[in-house]
């Protein structure tokens, strides 16, 4: 049997993975894969204590819903930055810095 | 050291070295596709958690869907003839040690904090919990859901359409 600590230490590798992701990264689709691996790593430590509390099945259930949530997150995000792309023709984020043109 | 534990390690490796690869590599292909090993790992892992209708879940909807869309994304933002799919940085020291001081902290409330845990619980399929409780006293949360993804669909088609009529 895995301990706990181990299912959170990996947790928190990927939350911080995408932490740098988000901050580092010039291209809106990869700041885009950023988030999903802080998605992926906050679903890790429900399933995960899920399983080691007696809570029942409502951890799953949580996980459930935020890959439901990341699903049409994905959906709008790629829609802005593809609109993005067609006023601007780039999708560095440093240059999408105006309002209105 | 039993059979269980190499494939956990192995498994923890994959995942976190794929994400690595993801944040850090410069090319936007290398990323997308070691994205598709840092998923099929969490499904692993879920699967040594017991959630395997989470797993299922996870390759279903995040490899055959948010990767696709990813890709999508990529291709669809650079000109295909210029195949130099490359990404720049910025802040990288800042980045590096946000991200340094938040692993450290996460870690550190993970291994000092003594949980609650009750003992090794018998693994049994979820499907059909998950399906109850979706019908039972998660009944609102999953009605909001669909709700949800519906507006998703129509604000995303909405978004990108040609605008012709404005």
């Known amino acids: 049997m ?48 899920s399983r080691y509390s007696s809570s029942g099945i ?12 990341a699903a049409a997150e994905v959906a709008v995000a790629l829609a802005i930055v593809l ?6 023709n780039t999708v560095n984020l440093d240059r999408a810095d105006v309002l209105k043109r | ?23 850090v590599s410069r090319s936007l292909i290398y990323s997308v596709f070691s994205l598709l090993f840092t998923f099929f790992g969490v ?7 017991g959630a395997d209708f989470l797993a299922g879940a996870q390759v279903l909807i995040y490899v055959g869907g948010i990767l696709v869309l990813l890709l999508f ?3 669809l933002t650079h000109r295909l003839y210029n195949l130099n799919l490359t990404t720049e940085r910025f802040q990288p020291i800042a980045g590096t040690l946000i991200a340094a001081a938040v692993f450290v902290s996460i870690s550190l409330a993970a291994f000092k904090t003594k949980w609650k845990l009750v003992g090794d619980r018998e693994l049994e399929p979820t499907t059909q919990q998950i399906g109850e409780a ?32 404005v």
């Open chain 1, 2 to 49: 895995i301990e706990l600590k181990y299912y959170l230490l990996i947790s928190a590798a990927l939350f911080s993975l995408g932490v740098f992701g988000v901050l580092t990264r010039r291209n809106a689709v990869n700041v885009l894969m950023g988030v999903e691996l802080i998605l992926n790593s906050a679903n890790l430590n429900l399933v995960a204590f």
């Open chain 1, 58 to 69: 409502d951890g799953q259930m949580f996980a459930v819903f935020v890959i439901v949530v």
């Open chain 1, 83 to 88: 609109t993005l792309y067609r006023v601007l």
């Open chain 2, 1 to 23: 050291m039993s059979v269980t534990d190499v494939v956990f390690i192995l498994t923890a490796v994959v995942t976190v070295g794929s994400a690595v690869v993801v944040v």
């Open chain 2, 43 to 49: 499904a692993v892992l879920y699967v040594f958690l």
């Open chain 2, 73 to 75: 994304g990529v291709m």
């Open chain 2, 134 to 165: 979706f019908l039972s006293s998660y009944l609102l949360p999953f009605e909001i859901a669909s709700v949800l993804l519906l507006v998703a669909l129509i604000g995303a088609a909405m978004l990108v359409r040609r605008r012709t009529d």
